[in-house]
């Protein structure tokens, strides 16, 4: 037999119901053949509607029509059956247990290829051709197959739930809507998906933007662990180029390498830290925009609308204000004091090596904490400060155990000494200030000038090179009753502030900023 024959009258002897050879093969009146059995079944099902159709054109016939065997079709089918072809669709075409079935199937179930919103029904690929060729089944929702297509039918009036109520937030049908939820905000199924469409976009959309930040940030920590490690090599480095000058430094150089690879460590550990946090959040929300872009596909309005209030709420987003790198050269001051105690190997063995311990575990790249505001969150910071002799302008008493500078008329009984100002009405502290710190001065009478300074800040000039806020190495707040002058390198500020005989000066020695913080008493 002709091969094209064959395949033709394969198509010809196949039941479009159980998708198998025809067995008795009937022909009804639009001129559609099945199985005898198969087409008794399918109008069975339908003898309550007293409306009998074709499960593949939807001609109706009425009455029932009486099945005749067709023996030319028959033929056909034993002849076919000679040939030992067979029209079964391969296995992995039937339904399992998780799949979604035809409804139309006799026997053996096929998978199903499509559901139909209108119908009811679930549908293989052969048994939808209908609503594809018949111009009324065109008209149908169409949706991918589901198992729940029950739910999208009125429990109590059996009609399709086509309207949503606000009120009550569930779909209800057109009798709902003159029964139980008279007088309720509603509006169409397809109108709330709409809306909601657009409500799953904004949130795609932030979520999109919280992963692009986050992943700035992911990317801006990384960069600081590279410059933190090279940072802490170089300070390292340099400090073990000290063991060369003096055997009596070497055990000192290990303290600070110790010092310095140790909170390197818990720098880089800390930012690994949010880092890790950083990605997992990263990871949640992109599974969140997953499970949102496919509920904003599902076609169901029923099953969108009954699983969009089950979605996972946003947790709570890392605040990108925290993660605030600071202007530090991480360990680049450790490196430059390092380099000093080479000139001046009396100092380091006096107080400088206390003062590089300092400056490594004050080493602080993430300011995780916000600033302080209040004067009690200053004060968390406070230092007592000490003025230093050695440095004291000869016109300033010094009392209260060096805490109190009183200007007077008459030369005070100081030694000479090379850190003394010669020329301004000045006098630095004992203490050398790193980290956070916090201090409040009292002043009385016509004013006070408030500082910090460098160290190396001169003192043989005149004012305009020595005196505080004229200069690169200084930084001056001058009081004067209600009259307030911020200074640095000969630039003048007016600072506002109330009329005030105490003042508060934070210094943030990491950051590389000064705060002053004025308050009347």
Not at 293 to 304: A, G, I, R, V
């Amino acid at each position: 037999m002709d091969p094209k024959i064959i395949k033709l009258d394969k198509e010809v002897c196949t039941c479009s119901i159980c998708l198998d050879l025809l067995k008795d093969p009937v022909t009804i009146p639009c001129g559609h053949s099945y199985c005898m059995n198969c087409i008794k079944t399918h109008w069975d099902e339908e003898e309550e509607k007293k409306l009998h159709s074709c499960p593949q054109c939807g001609q109706t016939f009425r009455p029932r029509p009486d099945l005749v065997k067709s023996t030319m079709l028959a033929d056909l089918v034993e002849e076919l059956k000679k040939t030992g072809l067979q029209a079964a669709p391969a296995d992995h075409c039937y339904a399992g247990p998780e799949d979604v079935s035809c409804d139309v199937c006799t026997g053996r179930k096929l998978k199903a290829f499509k559901s139909c919103l209108v119908c009811l029904v679930s549908y293989c690929e052969k048994h939808l051709q209908p609503h594809y060729d018949v111009a009324q089944l065109k008209k149908h929702k169409l949706v991918d197959p589901s198992n729940k297509l029950k739910e999208n039918i009125c429990s109590r009036h059996n009609e399709v739930m086509k309207i949503f109520c606000r009120t009550d937030q569930q779909c209800i049908c057109h009798l709902c809507l003159m029964d139980e939820h008279k007088g309720h905000e509603t509006v169409s199924a397809a109108a709330e998906i709409t809306e909601r469409q657009r409500e799953l976009e904004v949130s795609r959309l932030n979520i999109q933007q919280r992963i692009q930040d986050r992943e700035k940030d992911v990317n801006l920590l990384q960069q600081e662990v590279e410059n933190i490690n090279v940072s802490a090599d170089k300070a390292v480095e340099d400090n073990e180029k000290i063991t060369e000058l003096i055997r009596l430094m070497e055990k000192r150089s290990s303290d600070v390498k110790q010092k310095v690879r140790s909170q390197q460590r818990t720098e880089v550990s800390r930012v690994k830290e949010l880092q890790e946090k950083l990605e997992q959040e990263i990871t949640a929300l992109k599974r969140n925009d997953t499970e949102l872009k496919k509920l904003s596909h599902t076609e169901d309005h029923n099953q969108f609308l009954h699983n969009y209030p089950s979605l996972s709420p946003l947790s709570e987003s890392t605040d990108s204000s925290s993660i605030r790198i600071s202007p530090l050269r991480y360990f680049e001051d450790v490196t430059e004091a390092v380099s000093e105690v080479r000139d001046e190997l009396q100092d380091v063995l006096r107080d400088k090596w206390t003062n590089i311990s300092l400056m490594v575990t004050e080493v602080d790249v993430l300011l995780s904490q916000p600033g302080p505001k209040t004067r009690a969150e200053f004060l968390k910071y406070s230092h007592e400060i000490t003025l230093d002799p050695n440095t004291a302008y000869r016109l300033l008493l010094l009392s209260d155990g060096n805490r109190k500078a009183t200007l007077m008329s008459q030369h005070q009984s100081y030694s000479s000494h090379p850190d003394r100002f010669t020329v301004c009405e000045q006098v630095l502290s004992r203490e050398s200030l790193t980290g956070r710190c916090y201090w409040e001065v009292e002043w009385r009478g016509k004013g006070v000038d408030v500082a910090v300074a460098y160290k190396n800040v001169s003192r043989k000039e005149n004012w305009s090179e020595c005196g505080f806020g004229c200069n690169d190495k200084s930084w001056s707040l001058r009081c004067y009753k209600n009259n307030f002058t911020f200074s640095y390198n000969k630039v003048q500020t007016p600072v506002s502030g109330p009329q005030t005989s105490r003042v508060g000066v934070y210094l943030d020695h990491s950051a590389g900023f000064q705060t002053k913080l004025m308050e009347k008493i």
